[in-house]
């Protein structure tokens, strides 16, 4: 078996889900190679030669790979598919991007937002929100998506050597005009070891910033919101924690103010110990929480900010 | 210009799904069906643009079972012109599916292709950057901004990290994210009238597509549970089992 896995970075970091991915990849079982393509991403194809259990780096580097386009970027792993039987990458937005597309120019099935491996053809991977887990098999040459949430992060201690591969001549029918990103200092929400949630209750930005936020860095957390809370403006959309958003699974979350709608709470399943703080007593999420707190999260996010503060 | 709009009928984003205990799907008999929520956002972005004058109409599909027929009248009642229906007794896979759609593109000539991002049954998240792929049009996923200008079109997807702008040349695909827009409730002379709007009925098999799965579902299970949790009566005493039980802090 000889399996590709798409490296997923922003052509100067090499992202940790790339990191778990590969863990996966090792898996299902055989030779690893990495492909890093972007422009001027040689730091990333050396650190992606660091990665423990990686046989290969492909470091496929142009200018029109520079925003990593899905257009551009299906059509360089389908010029190099050929010696692979296995073809993946973390379910990101790149990559949730870029594999169907490679899996459709190759005449096979995607196989979506993996959680566990169960062989070298076999997976689990969950639907309906997470509420149904659905195993599935391959038969034979295959392209998956990671939720890269459900694998830990494979060591750095590797060595592999780097490959410059050619690029085809690609041009696109979609032309990057912006990435309008948020940066921030506070931990990458995904791989979170802690995070803070606010819903629409909080009922403006101005106090999602005044009681959610200080929580969230008196804890060192990643700042999440749910759906509504996102499109009512509280939060940017990067944020939004769900079936839809992103998937987490930290060692503490802590939802304020949000009801536990199934969307909401199909992102959080993974998380060790849930709080919930609600001034309703019948609200979904405590039927969820490990612990649930009722009253009104006016008071009680900062009190509980005041509290482990001290 | 032509819009084509696939539409898929699931479950209820509402109703709580149940595995069957045999472990061979997930129940869906007496459960609500409704409009899978991003396709209805599909729905109304091309009726806008209709109504805009930016479109000259708005063409909706569906795959699947015959009752989807429902779901192509809630289209129509929010403003659909008309609509096809592809029966098949069986799921069809994404791929089947995007391979369906290039036919049905081949026959309408659309200028645009609006797709939900995700069907909230599978989950997959495949079905538009498929057709694109197999189309050579251009894509912009999880759209919460689209502009029409002319022969491109101008979209504002969600990745992750925050936002990226992309310009398409048209024909192209895009696929929604719920802030795209807010669908509109369809008015009852609205339902009525889509009651008599023109509907194509054929069998998938008629194509020429394949339409068997790639795929093996061995079975569907329930997700592990989580043991059940407490009430705390006070921050102390939550800050004290979240130090001293759950050792989180
Ligand atoms: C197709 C689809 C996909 C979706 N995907 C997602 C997703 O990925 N993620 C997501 O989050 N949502 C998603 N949603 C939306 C989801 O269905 C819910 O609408 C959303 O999660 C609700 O957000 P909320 O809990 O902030 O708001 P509400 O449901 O309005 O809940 C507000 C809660 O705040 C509580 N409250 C009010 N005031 C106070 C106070 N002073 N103190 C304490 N508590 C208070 C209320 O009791 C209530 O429980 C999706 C919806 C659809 C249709």
Same mark, same amino acid.
């Given at each position: 078996?000889?399996?590709?896995?798409?490296?997923?970075?922003?052509?100067?970091?090499?992202?940790?889900?790339?990191?778990?991915?590969?863990?996966?990849?090792?898996?299902?079982?055989?030779?690893?190679?990495?492909?890093?393509?972007? *422009?001027?991403?040689?730091?990333?194809?050396?650190?992606?030669?660091?990665?423990?259990?990686?046989?290969?780096?492909?470091?496929?580097?142009?200018?029109?790979?520079?925003?990593?386009?899905?257009?551009?970027?299906?059509?360089?792993?389908?010029?190099?598919?050929?010696?692979?039987?296995?073809?993946?990458?973390?379910?990101?937005?790149?990559?949730?991007?870029?594999?169907?597309?490679?899996?459709?120019?190759?005449?096979?099935? *995607?196989?979506?937002?993996?959680?566990?491996?169960?062989?070298?053809?076999?997976?689990?991977?969950?639907?309906?929100?997470?509420?149904?887990?659905?195993?599935?098999?391959?038969?034979?040459?295959?392209?998956?998506?990671?939720?890269?949430?459900?694998?830990?992060?494979?060591?750095?201690?590797?060595?592999?050597?780097? +490959? *410059?591969?050619?690029?085809?001549?690609?041009?696109?029918?979609? +032309?990057?005009?912006?990435?309008?990103?948020?940066?921030?200092?506070?931990?990458?929400?995904?791989?979170?070891?802690?995070?803070?949630?606010?819903?629409?209750?909080?009922?403006?930005?101005?106090?999602?910033?005044?009681?959610?936020?200080?929580?969230?860095?008196?804890?060192?957390?990643?700042?999440?919101?749910?759906?509504?809370?996102?499109?009512?403006?509280?939060?940017?959309?990067?944020? *939004?924690?769900?079936?839809?958003?992103?998937?987490?699974?930290? +060692?503490?979350?802590?939802?304020?103010?949000?009801?536990?709608?199934?969307?909401?709470?199909?992102?959080?399943?993974?998380?060790?110990?849930?709080?919930?703080?609600?001034?309703?007593? +019948?609200?979904?999420?405590?039927?969820?929480?490990?612990?649930?707190?009722?009253?009104?999260?006016?008071?009680?996010?900062?009190?509980?900010?005041?509290?482990?503060?001290? | 210009?032509?819009?084509?709009?696939?539409?898929?009928?699931?479950?209820?984003?509402?109703?709580?799904?149940?595995?069957?205990?045999?472990?061979?799907?997930?129940?869906?008999? &007496?459960?609500?069906?409704?409009? &899978?929520?991003?396709?209805?956002?599909?729905?109304?972005?091309?009726?806008?643009?209709?109504?805009?004058?930016?479109?000259?109409?708005?063409?909706?599909?569906?795959?699947?079972?015959?009752?989807?027929?429902?779901?192509?009248?809630?289209?129509?009642?929010?403003?659909?012109?008309?609509?096809?229906?592809?029966?098949?007794?069986?799921?069809?896979?994404?791929?089947?599916?995007?391979?369906?759609?290039?036919?049905?593109?081949?026959?309408?000539?659309?200028?645009?292709?609006?797709?939900?991002?995700?069907?909230?049954? &599978?989950?997959?998240?495949?079905?538009?950057?498929?057709?694109?792929?197999?189309?050579?049009?251009?894509?912009?996923?999880?759209?919460?901004?689209?502009?029409?200008?002319?022969?491109?079109?101008?979209?504002?997807?969600?990745?992750?990290?925050?936002?990226?702008?992309?310009?398409?040349?048209?024909?192209?695909?895009?696929?929604?994210?719920?802030?795209? &827009?807010?669908?509109?409730?369809?008015?009852?002379?609205?339902?009525?009238?889509?009651?008599?709007?023109?509907?194509?009925?054929?069998?998938?098999?008629?194509?020429?597509?394949?339409?068997?799965?790639?795929?093996?579902?061995?079975?569907?299970?329930?997700?592990?549970?989580?043991?059940?949790?407490?009430?705390?009566?006070?921050?102390?005493?939550?800050?004290?089992?979240?130090?001293?039980?759950?050792?989180?802090?």
């Amino acid at each position: 078996m000889k399996i590709l896995l798409l490296a997923e970075h922003d052509n100067q970091t090499l992202s940790p889900h790339t990191a778990r991915a590969l863990t996966a990849a090792r898996q299902i079982g055989g030779e690893v190679h990495l492909l890093v393509a972007g *422009q001027g991403c040689g730091h990333v194809a050396e650190a992606a030669a660091r990665l423990s259990g990686v046989a290969k780096v492909l470091h496929a580097d142009a200018p029109a790979l520079a925003h990593q386009l899905a257009e551009l970027l299906s059509e360089l792993i389908v010029s190099v598919a050929d010696g692979y039987d296995t073809l993946l990458a973390p379910a990101t937005s790149t990559g949730k991007n870029v594999m169907p597309r490679v899996a459709a120019l190759l005449d096979l099935m *995607q196989v979506s937002d993996i959680i566990a491996v169960d062989g070298p053809n076999s997976f689990r991977r969950p639907i309906y929100a997470g509420n149904a887990i659905e195993h599935v098999e391959t038969s034979g040459k295959q392209v998956i998506t990671v939720r890269t949430t459900a694998f830990v992060p494979a060591d750095t201690e590797g060595a592999a050597p780097i +490959e *410059q591969i050619s690029v085809p001549d690609l041009a696109s029918p979609a +032309e990057w005009i912006e990435d309008i990103t948020v940066t921030t200092e506070r931990p990458e929400l995904t791989s979170a070891k802690r995070v803070v949630s606010g819903g629409r209750s909080l009922g403006s930005k101005e106090k999602f910033d005044a009681v959610i936020l200080p929580l969230a860095d008196a804890l060192g957390a990643a700042v999440g919101a749910s759906r509504d809370a996102v499109d009512e403006g509280f939060a940017p959309n990067d944020w *939004q924690v769900g079936q839809t958003g992103k998937t987490v699974a930290p +060692e503490l979350y802590i939802a304020c103010g949000i009801s536990g709608a199934i969307q909401h709470v199909a992102g959080i399943k993974d998380a060790k110990v849930i709080v919930a703080i609600n001034s309703d007593p +019948e609200a979904p999420i405590f039927k969820l929480a490990d612990y649930a707190l009722v009253g009104d999260l006016f008071e009680l996010v900062p009190e509980l900010t005041r509290a482990v503060s001290k | 210009m032509k819009i084509l709009v696939p539409v898929k009928r699931a479950i209820d984003y509402k109703v709580t799904i149940r595995v069957k205990p045999d472990g061979s799907g997930v129940d869906t008999d &007496n459960v609500k069906m409704s409009m &899978n929520p991003f396709d209805e956002i599909a729905v109304e972005q091309a009726v806008r643009l209709k109504e805009a004058g930016q479109a000259s109409e708005v063409v909706v599909v569906s795959i699947g079972s015959p009752k989807a027929e429902d779901t192509i009248r809630t289209a129509m009642a929010i403003g659909a012109d008309r609509g096809m229906l592809l029966t098949h007794d069986t799921a069809v896979e994404p791929l089947a599916v995007a391979k369906l759609l290039v036919k049905l593109v081949e026959e309408e000539q659309p200028g645009l292709v609006i797709l939900g991002k995700q069907a909230i049954d &599978n989950d997959a998240n495949q079905t538009g950057q498929m057709l694109s792929a197999l189309l050579g049009w251009g894509q912009a996923t999880s759209a919460a901004e689209l502009v029409v200008d002319g022969d491109s079109a101008t979209v504002t997807s969600e990745i992750d990290g925050g936002l990226q702008k992309l310009r398409l040349t048209l024909p192209a695909i895009v696929t929604t994210e719920l802030g795209l &827009n807010q669908p509109r409730n369809a008015t009852l002379p609205n339902v009525i009238k889509a009651k008599k709007k023109p509907l194509d009925v054929r069998e998938a098999s008629s194509l020429g597509v394949d339409l068997d799965p790639r795929l093996k579902v061995t079975k569907v299970t329930e997700p592990p549970a989580r043991k059940s949790g407490i009430q705390v009566n006070s921050v102390e005493e939550l800050v004290a089992k979240l130090r001293d039980e759950a050792q989180v802090l």
